[in-house]
């Protein structure tokens, strides 16, 4: 399959991409999201109906510029969880200071435990879609060869492998040159991409097929 010009230029410039993404990756590897890095968290139960907004305030008093993630924990909206990279003493007793002043209660700084949540791999995270992505791919293959038993089955096999592994490779580029943080969202985005260039590729080649026809 021949290129024009300025397909060429595209393709040179997503190569470009890919290989400045890859040395981004080696020498910083992905920017991940806080709840899947090694972080510290805080539980606590007030016992009285909260607002998260005010509670999202207060860690930014406290916290200041550092990545936090504030969740409600129960059901009744009284208690709330805090994740954030590190939390120091001086943090600490701030913040429960703070809720203090802010709900009237009274605790107490020691009696607040900080926990280290462990870091999950990315490895770790694409895992759930090894096998459903493996048996895709079969089921893929066996209706290409069977619908497209006239035409060159392995030349189209060939450029849409390659069409997505390009669109993949250039995403998950620009999201490690743009530090977005990676997640189970990020995954979803890119899986479901994949699904709509599949869809698109196949019926692009049906259409040929029955022009030929």
């Not at 397909?7 to 590897?29: D, E, P, R, S």
């Not at 913040?95 to 107490?108: A, P, R, S």
Request: one cysteine or more.
């Amino acid at each position: 399959m021949k290129l024009s010009g300025s397909k060429k230029i595209i393709l040179l410039g997503l190569v470009l991409l890919i290989i400045a993404g890859i040395v981004i990756v080696a020498l910083k590897g992905f920017n991940v999201y806080i709840m899947l890095e090694q972080h510290e968290s805080i539980n606590m139960v007030i016992g009285k109906e909260i607002n998260l907004n005010d509670i999202k305030n207060i860690c930014k008093e406290v916290f200041g510029n550092k990545t936090v993630v504030v969740r409600s924990v129960e059901f009744f909206n009284d208690s709330f969880n805090i994740n954030v990279q590190s939390i120091t003493d001086e943090e600490k007793a701030n913040l429960v200071n703070k809720i203090n002043e802010k709900y009237t209660t009274d605790f107490k700084a020691e009696d607040i435990s900080v926990v280290k949540v462990s870091n999950v791999r990315i490895r770790d995270l694409v895992r759930p879609y090894i096998k459903p992505v493996i048996a895709s791919v079969i089921v893929i293959i066996a209706y290409l060869i069977i619908r497209f038993r006239k035409m060159n089955t392995f030349k189209l096999l060939g450029k849409l492998f390659a069409i997505i592994a390009l669109t993949e490779l250039s995403l998950a580029s620009i999201i490690a040159i743009a530090r977005v943080p990676v997640s189970p969202v990020i995954v979803n985005l890119m899986t479901v991409i994949a699904v709509v260039e599949l869809v698109l590729y196949i019926n692009k080649q049906e259409k040929e097929y029955e022009n030929q026809d």
